[in-house]
């Protein structure tokens, strides 16, 4: 039986959506510290559902969001408190799972190439790299131009722990910076990540395009959204904004997700509005299968055994 590395699903926006009359540009860390048991109560359900690897609560800590919303000097605190939501929830379930760091997009999601220098991208990332550093795995992911996925592989290199590279793709196949998938894989490959994977698009888009992934890096993956559209996110408005298909229920998203592992995907979860109902439908309908296991069970090299 094939093992494949089971991802949670949307933690964000199911915290988001959890908590009560919170509303920020920094989503679901602004919910973590004023309910941080919100953040544990939904760690704690995807592990019930099935997830074996979990990501932090840190995909907006990044220090550009912090310093623009005057909370920087808070940096340290918000990722420690974001270790401690994610280990109660694993002493409440007393489940082992892998503990995922976030590298997400510095600024917002679904934007273009920065105006940056690869070197100030690469020392921001490297903080984000040693805050997390306790971590089993990392996740860069949502990445929509080539700078920031190779500034953040080279900074999470330096640790030696296996990483994960996952670009955004728009409707059109391509990433926002314009540059094809092949584009984006060859200029990260590289840095030998122990996957590439597609992530925070239509599912319909990942089913289309798991073919050429499989091709273009020995292994790969994808979690999916469920928005009808991000453009009012990608025009910097607040999360509030998006909503949910109603179609993608936890049955559909499954078939797409089996679709993936038929082309050869290792690695598959869900992100935005992919709930646990969502992770445990697929866990329990694919694992006859599938071998679900951590990500880092997969066998993956480290950064440092890649070069």
Known sequence: MRSVALLDGGLG????????????????????????EVVT?????????????????????????????????????IHQQAFQALERAIDVTGVQVDIAACLPPLTASYQGQPARTFEDVRDEYATLVQLQAGADVFLIETMTNTLEAKAACAAASDLGKPYTVAFRLEANGRLKSGETLAEAVAAIKGYSPAAVMLNCCDPELVTDTMPELVTLYPIAGGYANAFKSVEAVASGGLVDTLEARPDISPEAYSAQVRQWLADGACVVGGCCEITPEHVRFMADALAGDFNFVRLSQLGLRSASEGH
């Not at 915290?15 to 510290?33: E, F, H, N």
């Open 13 to 36: 926006q199911e915290i988001y959506r959890r908590a009560r009359g919170v509303s920020s540009p920094l989503w679901s860390v602004a919910v973590m510290l004023e309910q941080p």
């Open 41 to 77: 109560a939904v760690h704690a359900d995807f592990i019930r559902a099935g997830a074996k690897t979990l990501t932090l609560n840190t995909y907006a800590a990044t220090p550009t969001r912090l310093r623009k919303q005057g909370l920087h000097k808070q940096i340290l605190a």
